[in-house]
């Protein structure tokens, strides 16, 4: 584990599924963690912030070691134009006031890093026969979208010489939250099934690993840039299914129809989250000195779901 003792690291977005547990990890390393909030701060490791209107004071930002953005709309969701708008103005507001913050600062004074999260939707959602990697090409349709303008508003960080990773982040495995929660039930009642084309490729990381992921990116001072935050090993959907049914057992033998997945998130959400197709490779991670804790998806499906 990379993180160090004594950092002290800011993050957005802490009380959600991957800013919980990177949370408690980095305090188990011995991290001093302060965290955003929208609402009147009630700790002394509170630091408020509003991306709507502006509000932040770089003077909190002053002195920490790295910060960790992790705040944005759910994607997980009916693709309204309402949606589409918080999904897209949440992130590029809140990326835009924390590069500003950051750079407003004298060099001195700046943290070391910024740590921001970003998806590998960048792709395109279907990109069949190919492995993915940071140097690939971008991709079409609305998270492509999103993701780009995201990742840009980090740009001044960077040039302003503040090591910057884009956290680009695959499927994340967790029965608290994510895409694997809504399946459970189905899986226990002996319903599941795979939710796509059997042969379409799944790009997956447990949320053990992904907190872990961040925590590396803070003090790994080689790693800078994009990178993919993916398991070591893509599977198909047909595998996907076939490994949770047999880490659960119970059987996984028919396809789940259509109409479910459209019925939560719509026909544009369905198209983007849940009949892709990318095989994203790991290696640039892996070369920077992550090492996984989880080395395949049976093993992340068993650590995640306490099934050792």
């Known amino acids: 584990m990379d993180a160090a003792p004594h950092r002290t690291v800011v993050i957005s977005g802490a009380s959600g599924l991957i800013g919980t547990r990177l949370v408690a990890l980095l305090r188990a390393e011995g991290c001093e963690v302060r965290r955003l909030v929208r609402r009147p701060v009630s700790a002394p490791q509170e630091i408020r912030w509003d991306p709507d209107t502006g509000l932040l004071d770089p003077a909190a930002l002053a002195g920490a070691d790295a910060v960790v953005h992790l705040s944005g709309r759910s994607i997980a969701t009916r693709w309204t134009p309402r949606a589409r708008e918080e999904i897209l103005g949440s992130r590029l507001r809140s990326s835009r006031l924390l590069a500003s913050a950051l750079v407003s600062l004298p ?4 943290p070391a890093a ?3 999260a970003s998806g590998i939707g960048i792709y395109g959602p279907r ?4 492995m993915l990697d940071e140097d690939s090409s971008t991709g079409e349709g609305f998270l492509a ?12 960080a960077a040039d302003a010489g503040i090591r910057t990773v884009l956290v ?3 499927m994340v495995l967790s029965p608290l939250g994510g895409a694997l929660r809504p399946q459970l039930p189905l899986y226990r009642l002996g319903l599941g099934g795979r939710m796509g084309p059997a042969g379409a490729m799944m790009s997956w990381i447990g949320l053990t690993d992904m907190a872990r992921v961040y925590a590396h990116a803070v003090s790994a001072a080689q790693l800078h840039g994009p990178v993919d935050a993916v398991g070591p090993r893509p599977v198909t959907q047909a595998e ?3 490994t949770l049914g047999h880490v659960l057992h119970r059987p996984a033998r028919l396809p789940v129809p259509p109409l479910g997945p459209r019925l939560l998130l719509g026909a544009d959400g369905t198209d983007e989250l ?3 197709d990318q095989a994203v490779s790991d290696a640039r991670l892996r070369a920077s000195g992550f090492v996984p804790n989880a080395i395949d998806l049976e093993s992340a499906l ?3 779901l306490g099934r050792a």
């Open 107 to 110: 060099a001195s004074e700046r």
């Open 114 to 116: 910024l740590v921001q």
């Open 127 to 130: 990109r069949p026969g190919e």
């Open 145 to 156: 979208d999103v993701v780009r303008a995201w990742e840009a508003c980090a740009r001044p």
């Open 168 to 170: 680009r982040t695959g």
């Open 240 to 242: 996907f299914a076939r």
């Open 274 to 276: 849940i009949l892709t």
């Open 302 to 304: 068993r650590q995640e």
